[in-house]
């Protein structure tokens, strides 16, 4: 039996999905058609949208009759979209979520009312900073849950994670790329313990700073923080620190009664400082902000939920920080 496809490149992909209705296919072929355009992978965009492989591979059977194209095909171990699909792509990812709302009715949303977990990437700082507003968040979606899990370890790469999950909350600059809003600011202190001997009058010196071991958050191979990058402009190599670890708030513990020093955001040493019995001092190498905003995928801006819930979560940080009740 013959299996090749030719491949079309029709001049509009949208064409293609219109006549993917006009000839009486169904519709919900394109819900794995998204996920397996976005996942590039089987089993991944069966996993999401919680088909098992045989049924998302019968599903991509009938997609590639449908478009009369491969979709994915494999190269080395991994698997890459046609031309076709990439076109299709950004047609799918606007047009399904204007077919889920118009088979909903357009019905008001109501968080009260709302069943869904909402997936959030960012660091346990990130957790301590933004639990109160999460809490008053969630406090209005009964229904509703959140599931945070890590920064992504290749953060150049970070479109198809903007996508699969809901948010990504980090700083600019490490190479997440998509809709943004502003939460809040903080600044890089330098965490030590206050008897380590580098420190004269409280104040630790550049020069000290360099020649400390260092203890590192480090959340990916790829991954830098702005003081990673302000630290190599001026030529400090923190690649093989005396102690890693995967979360900036272990750091505190590890520092405490030794001679290491490590770079943390001041309100976390504010909070674990007293409860670890470490200081934060002024970082000798420039003041640096910590911008954290709140990321997201343009194609959700066409779901209700999930503007609902960005939106909700922004005001609640904001109140928050404005000594508010929201």
């Not at 943004?180 to 409280?202: K, Q, R």
Request: net charge negative; proline share 6%; glycine share 6%.
């Amino acid at each position: 039996m013959d299996t090749s496809y030719r491949t079309n490149t029709p001049s509009a992909p949208g064409a293609s999905i219109r006549t993917m209705a006009s000839n009486g296919y169904d519709l919900k072929l394109l819900v794995p058609l998204r996920a397996l355009l976005e996942e590039a992978n089987v089993t991944r965009a069966g996993e999401r949208v919680q088909m098992g492989q045989s049924s998302m591979s019968t599903a991509l059977a009938r997609l590639r009759t449908v478009f009369n194209d491969e979709l994915l095909v494999r190269v080395g171990r991994d698997y890459e979209l046609t031309p076709l699909a990439r076109l299709l792509l950004p047609q799918v990812q606007l047009t399904l979520p204007l077919i889920e709302r118009v088979l909903a009715g357009e019905q008001v949303f109501d968080p009260s009312t709302l069943q869904r977990s909402f997936s959030i990437m960012m660091t346990d700082y990130g957790v301590m900073r933004l639990r109160g507003a999460l809490a008053r968040t969630l406090a209005d979606a009964p229904g509703m849950a959140v599931d945070v899990v890590p920064l992504p370890e290749r953060p150049m790469e970070s479109e198809r994670d903007l996508i699969t999950h809901d948010f990504v909350i980090t700083v600019p600059g490490i190479g997440i790329e998509g809709e943004s809003a502003d939460l809040l600011v903080d600044e890089y202190v330098c965490l030590i313990d206050p008897n380590n001997s580098a420190l004269v009058d409280g104040e630790l010196s550049f020069e000290r700073f360099v020649a400390l071991p260092q203890a590192v958050a480090q959340f990916g191979r790829l991954h830098f923080t702005p003081a990673d990058r302000r630290l190599r402009e001026l030529g400090v190599d923190r690649s093989e620190p005396r102690v890693t670890t995967g979360s900036f708030l272990s750091l505190p513990s590890i520092v405490a009664g030794t001679d290491l020093v490590a770079v943390v955001p001041r309100k976390l040493a504010e909070v674990m400082g007293p409860v670890t019995g470490t200081i934060g001092v002024d970082a000798p190498f420039g003041a640096l902000p910590i911008d954290l905003k709140l990321w997201w995928h343009e194609t959700h801006d066409s779901d209700a939920a999930h503007v609902w819930f960005r939106r909700r979560f922004i005001d609640a940080v904001q109140s928050e920080l404005h000594g508010a009740t929201a």
